[in-house]
């Protein structure tokens, strides 16, 4: 909160006003988009250049961020409302710096529960497009659909490879994967000094369930494929039979692991990935990617957005119909955060209750990340 009242502060200024002037209901409804609008386009509003950024995106911020009339400015009146609802009859329509700031507060901590329609329409869009049940996006079908007027999936493919959201297993046929795309520091709003509001992750409150019913760090492969077939997600039904090769790959992770299947390695992540392919996302090995939002990106002097000419060529290309489905690469090496053996309890019980955490979270639909 300490930030936004920075930043209200320079507001405040840049308007010819100071804390001793109140302001009334439109006056603080327009003092806190100006604070919220400069978290969504990165900007610190200390600059001329950035205050007028702000200044000028402001009419148009239907347009640089669709959910700003959807969800934000309908949880902005009711904050505002109910602030002006607990002041005195006689200064109903006069709120101080003070009640602003704290209104605004309050805002900046909703902020993130207003993705929730966001991001479930961006997965939406993306299943819309599935290539063949893989939980992947064709990129010729992802840059067809920027190319429509999707305002989103413009990203170039070098960015997409540093999200880590391109399987390139065939590199004639790119695939976009949904779940790593989603959680992607693209689709990040709001950024701070100290964090993002980004879509959360699905798969933490399917392992947070997998845990509960679990109660232990690592399990025979026979006990996950019975907890995973009775854990639904939003694409994948309660009591499914998993296919023989989910059963294969399960088992060859415990043969590594004297015939258990630890619940935070590589491996099993990768093992849910194909087992809740729009829930989980795929995980690289260590070093392979390295996620950067899209300011910081932009920054390096590399455009995020892929050119007019780039996105043209890859949407030209055709697929061949009715042919195999190329399965994405399994690549059965283990990174453990903690050898198994040599585990203690406690790091258990701490990541149980971060499960726990993470399913909270998700039905607010997004998660805030630690920034930079």
């Known amino acids: ?74 949880m902005q009146k009711k904050v505002l409302d109910s602030r002006m609802a607990l002041l005195a009859p006689s ?59 999707h305002w989103q999936f413009s990203e170039s493919q070098g960015y997409l490879k540093t999200l880590g959201a391109l399987d390139t297993t065939n590199p004639q046929e790119p695939l976009v994967i949904i779940p790593n795309y989603v959680v992607g520091q693209s689709n990040c709003v709001g950024a701070s000094r100290y964090h993002d509001s980004c879509c959360v992750s699905e798969c933490e409150a399917l392992l947070a369930q997998l845990e509960r019913l679990l109660h232990a760090p690592a399990a025979a492969p026979e006990q996950v494929v019975a907890a995973v077939e009775d854990i639904p997600s939003s694409t994948v039904p309660r009591g499914r039979s998993l296919d023989t090769l989910l059963r294969h790959r399960l088992r060859a992770i415990a043969a590594d692991h004297g015939g258990q299947v630890p619940l935070s390695g590589r491996l099993f992540a990768q093992w ?61 090496t283990e990174e453990l955060p903690v050898p198994l053996a040599t585990r203690p309890l406690g790091l258990f019980t701490f990541h149980a209750a971060a499960a726990v955490v993470a399913l909270a979270v998700l039905t607010l639909g997004v998660a805030r990340r630690a920034g930079r």
């Open 91 to 149: 200064r109903r329509e006069a709120m101080s710096f003070a009640e602003v700031a704290d209104a605004l507060g309050e805002v900046v901590e909703r902020f993130g529960g207003t993705q929730v329609l966001g991001c479930t329409s961006l997965k939406g869009k993306l299943m819309s497009m599935e290539y063949q049940g893989t939980g992947r996006v064709r990129l010729a079908a992802f840059y067809n659909a920027s190319l429509s007027g």
């Open 1 to 74: 909160r300490d930030e936004a009242r920075e930043r209200l502060r320079i507001v405040y200024t840049a308007l010819g006003a100071d804390e001793s002037t109140t302001a009334d209901s439109q006056q603080a409804a327009q003092l806190v988009d100006a604070v919220t609008a400069s978290y969504i386009l990165n900007e610190d509003l200390k600059s001329h250049r950035s205050r007028w950024t702000v200044k000028e995106a402001l009419p148009r911020m239907a347009e640089e961020w669709p959910d700003w009339n959807v969800s934000y400015l309908p």
């Open 272 to 332: 849910m990935h194909f087992a809740y392919p729009r829930e989980c996302s795929y995980p690289h090995l260590a070093g392979e990617t390295k996620p950067v939002n899209i300011f910081d990106w932009s920054r390096s002097g590399v455009a995020f957005v892929a050119s007019q000419d780039e996105m043209e060529h890859v949407a030209n290309q055709t697929g061949r119909k009715g042919g195999p489905v190329l399965g994405a690469r399994w690549v059965h």
